[in-house]
């Protein structure tokens, strides 16, 4: 409740809270907007192999042109500017470089780039969902013994849910079910992005006036995206993906509490302790009347007869048996909203949701028929989509995690609907993001081992 007089104390004593920045997209534009007007925070600098891209991005979002420079990053720390630049490794080093935001949605770089900078003593902002799902429980224990914080970040749903599951363990509720809304339909999961704006309703002037990227507005559609996100909350708060993974049920925010509880109960779930999303379509395509596409939600189950009719005098909306509640937040800013996760980590040494154990994953599944020899495209391409299922599954089946399905070669064939392998690609175990999964797979294996 405090968080904004810690930022302003400790602006008044040592100056600033200094952050860096990797990736000038959209969700680091929506940020930046915010940072302008923050003094407490200090981004010293922008690097993106695009330089170009994230001079725009200042541009758009309001920063005047002497705010941000072409020398070095070490010159912005002693200014008070904003450098710009190429090289993620040379903001990295910046001498009294605070927090780190990795925000480039590769899960390849954002892995080098995170245990870069927590070798360099940096507090690490995930943004980058995709990694966090890849290799985020090895990263967090990194984070942990380098005495820095790893976390997810705060205005991105994945956190947000991790909050509202924490309230509820905090005040003693069992929760039921986590997750979030989005707009899903089966025949989405082909989706291309080709055909991204078509399902969006985009018009060709919205596009131009905005930094849009298809491939990651597909992922949202085809739902990988979801998949990704639901696997991070999992290892962020222990609740398990169900066997079958998302099954996306359509449900209005006044059902949460009905449907998002065990089928032994008369609910969708075919657990308690897990993750779910649910879609403001029908599968007709006929939208619901009040639905939660933009926002994220916990179901929970009373403990005591006591709490049932507490529920009842203070007016929760229930299931019919009155034991099964719902706490809704009906959106999420994502990027507008990250100066939570920066002042926690910095000012607290708290994260603002972190990965702790491996029990969800994202495994690639063809999205057409591939032929031997093919190049994956990765997350919101044509080639393969990503699917949630349970981590010890995924082990079992030697499945090819989505963060590793981008620029590899097929070396045979696989039909449309088969979940990739890794014997089914060649991957490179020299990269970082490889060293730090292969840990975290050995590391769950031998865990599972009697």
């Given at each position: ?192 992005p080709d055909t ?98 933009w926002g994220v ?62 029990l969800g994953d ?89």
């Open positions: 409740m405090n968080l904004y007089e810690l930022l302003t104390r400790r602006a008044s004593s040592a100056g600033p809270v200094k952050v860096g920045v990797i990736g000038a997209g959209k969700f680091a534009s929506m940020f930046l907007t915010q940072a302008l007007n923050v003094p407490e925070m200090h981004v010293v600098g922008v690097a993106d192999l695009d330089v170009g891209r994230a001079r725009t991005a200042l541009a758009r979002t309001g920063w005047p042109a002497e705010r941000y420079q072409a020398g070095s990053s070490a010159e912005a720390l002693r200014t008070g500017g904003t450098w710009v630049g190429d090289s993620a490794d040379e903001l990295i080093a910046a001498p009294g470089l605070e927090v780190v935001l990795e925000i480039t949605g590769n899960p390849v770089a954002g892995a080098r780039h995170a245990e870069l900078a927590i070798d360099a003593g940096l507090h690490v902002i995930m943004v980058n969902v995709e990694a966090d799902c890849l290799v985020g429980p090895v990263l967090a224990d990194k984070a942990r013994a380098a005495g820095v914080v790893y976390s997810m970040a705060y205005g991105d749903q994945p956190a947000l849910i991790s909050e509202l599951v924490d309230w509820c363990r905090t005040i003693g509720f069992d929760v039921v079910a986590a997750g979030k809304g989005t707009k899903y339909l089966p025949e989405y999961e082909t989706s291309t991204v704006w078509e399902y969006y309703g985009f018009t060709p002037q919205q596009l131009a006036a905005g930094d849009f990227n298809p491939k990651m507005f597909n992922s949202f559609l085809d739902g990988t995206k979801s998949a990704i996100e639901m696997a991070a909350v999992a290892n962020a708060t222990g609740l398990v993906p169900q066997e079958e993974g998302l099954r996306f049920p359509a449900v209005e925010v006044d059902d949460l509490a009905t449907a998002l509880r065990p089928r032994t109960a008369g609910g969708e779930l075919s657990r308690a302790g897990t993750v779910e999303v649910i879609s403001s379509l029908h599968r007709d395509g006929r939208p619901l009347d009040r639905d939660l596409r939600y916990v179901t929970f189950e009373a403990r005591t007869d006591y709490a049932v009719q507490c529920f009842a005098e203070y007016g929760l909306q229930t299931d019919p048996s009155g034991r099964y509640g719902a706490l809704y937040r009906p959106y999420h800013l994502i990027g507008l909203e990250l100066g939570i996760s920066i002042a926690s980590a910095a000012l607290r040494g708290e994260a603002t949701g972190s990965a702790r154990a491996f994202v495994v690639s599944v063809a999205k057409r028929d591939l032929r031997a020899g093919e190049l994956l495209d990765g997350e919101g391409g044509y080639t393969v989509r990503g699917v949630l299922a349970p981590a010890s599954a995924s082990l079992a089946r030697r499945a090819l995690p989505i963060g590793l399905a981008g620029g590899v070669a097929l070396r045979r064939a696989v039909p449309a609907g088969q979940v990739l392998t890794y014997d089914d690609v060649a991957v490179d175990e020299t990269a970082a993001a490889v060293r730090l999964r292969r840990r975290l797979e050995n590391a769950a294996l031998a865990q599972s081992r009697p």
